[in-house]
């Protein structure tokens, strides 16, 4: 393997690992906040056990999600010197605007949040978890923005004097076509994989008899199911979108060599890869391709042998198809996946208006298996959106080959790649074993308030 093979690797590794946090501290924070908000207006102390109880997984979540992040930093530096060289001065404004805003609110209201119980005005204590929400949605506009850079570059101008990409239009990434869908997908994928998560956890707390979680699997249903669908309509018009400014990404996620006008979609395939054109499709789905590239069941979608004939004439000599196999399949392990999730939430609301929930043990033991759904969905939509730029890290500027860091060894990259992966081990064992101990513990029965009733909103904060 190549340094550039070995630095991908390393990258995809940290990123994947990193990613599987993200959309569970977002959805988490968000389901945390509406139990807060239910109990703030009912006073059911159900409710404000079921808070706190979501609100310990939820921090045992950031807490291992920060460390992992913190690596990223050290990425772009370590191993992608010259594209850090080349593009910082537009790549770093979106990051510098992550660390310094959304994570500086998201630390600190989770601060409040967390020691402020029985000692901040119940209000104020409410807008600090639902301030943790909005910072942990901003951490990620702003990640997403400069990713959809890479895919997509707009606001920026070429210094002739340095050859270096300059910002010149800080609107233009945050208005960016691909940027806008992107982060709408994100946020409902979050919010599906926290309600996945607190369905699956209330659905293992109910079939051990603990039935004052089924108030928090019924919030979790009501989150579930809209936004699954959400998530899968806003993907499909990222795709019409990216097929815009990436045709080769689409093709590829279709195997689709040559040109075709109307388009059929393969639900399932042999061969098709880089080195064999001639699939065998056993499953296909007439329009259906055309309609969820172009939004017309008559739209065309150019193959990747045109493509690559055209990116020559224009880039010059050189290989752009991404790998087939990668992107085809991470495809329909995304969607196959999503609509298990979405059927899962649709039995979830049916048996509710059959008043047939409580008693239904054997979707519960599908909401416990169904907790994995979502990490497979987000991560294989991770794979599809990075694979799919190659050759190019960022669009149309930069190849990959060109942004690796020249001074850095394959046995520097190696000694980094395993002491990552030894912490990365490390850290998910002490992820999972926190994260199962504090799940399978019952709600207290009385859950002491200070003596006084310092929970009333007419406490002056912080107040002990």
């Known amino acids: 393997m190549s340094n550039v093979d070995l630095a991908r690797l390393q990258f995809a590794m940290t990123s994947i690992y990193h990613f599987l946090f993200v959309p569970l501290t977002i959805g988490l924070a968000f389901l945390t906040a509406i139990l807060q908000t239910r109990w703030h207006r009912s006073g059911d102390p159900n409710l404000r056990k079921l808070t706190r109880f979501f609100g310990n997984l939820l921090l045992i979540n950031i807490a291992i ?10 990425q772009f530096g370590m191993n992608w ?16 605007m992550e660390g310094l805003a959304a994570f500086f609110l998201e630390s600190t209201f989770l601060g409040l949040w967390l020691f402020g119980w029985d000692r901040l005005p119940k209000k104020l204590h409410l807008a600090c978890i ?122 590829a996620a279709e195997a689709q060599w ?27 789905v007439p329009y ?15 193959g990747l042998n045109e493509l690559q004939a055209q990116y020559e004439q224009e880039y010059g000599p050189g290989y752009y198809v991404p790998n087939v196999f990668v992107q085809y399949w991470s495809m329909r392990l995304m969607a196959y996946t999503a609509s298990a999730v979405a059927l899962l939430g649709a039995l979830g609301l049916f048996l509710w ?16 298996i169904g907790i994995f759904t979502p990490y497979v969905m987000n991560t294989a939509g991770w794979m599809l959106t990075e694979n799919g730029r190659q050759p190019w890290i960022v669009q149309g500027l ?67």
């Open 258 to 284: 040559e040109t075709c006008q109307p388009c059929s979609f393969s639900l399932f395939q042999i061969g098709g890869g880089n080195d064999d054109q001639d699939p065998k499709q056993i499953i296909e």
């Open 398 to 464: 930069m190849k990959t080959e060109s942004a690796a860091s020249p001074s850095v060894t394959a046995l520097e990259i190696w000694i980094s790649i395993i002491v990552f992966a030894l912490v990365y081990i490390i850290l998910g064992v002490i992820w999972a074993s926190l994260m199962f101990r504090a799940a399978r513990k019952p709600l207290p029965e009385d859950e002491p308030t200070a003596p006084d009733d310092k929970s009333r909103d007419d406490v002056p904060a912080l107040t002990y």
């Open 81 to 96: 010197s010259e594209y850090s060289r080349f593009v910082g001065d537009v790549f770093g404004a979106p990051l510098a």
């Open 130 to 251: 639902w301030l943790v929400s909005i910072g942990s949605a901003l951490s990620a506009l702003f990640i997403i923005a400069a990713n959809s850079w890479m895919q997509n570059p707009v606001g920026y101008q070429i210094n002739d004097q340095n050859g270096r990409a300059q910002l010149d239009d800080v609107v233009a990434i945050f208005t960016n076509p691909v940027f806008i869908n992107a982060y709408l997908h994100v946020l409902f994928a979050s919010a599906v994989t926290g309600a996945v998560m607190m369905l699956g956890v209330a659905g293992y707390q109910i079939r051990k008899g603990n039935k004052q979680f089924l108030t928090a699997a019924k919030t979790s249903l009501v989150v579930l199911f809209p936004s699954i669908i959400l998530a899968m309509g806003v993907g499909s018009e990222l795709g019409v979108i990216e097929a815009t400014y990436q045709p080769m990404k689409i093709a």
């Open 288 to 302: 259906l391709l055309s309609i969820l590239a172009t939004n017309s069941p008559d739209g065309q979608v150019v």
């Open 65 to 74: 999600g920060v460390v992992t992040g913190l690596v990223q930093e050290f």
């Open 353 to 368: 208006w059959r008043k047939k929930l409580e008693g239904a043990r054997w979707f519960w033991g599908l909401a416990i």
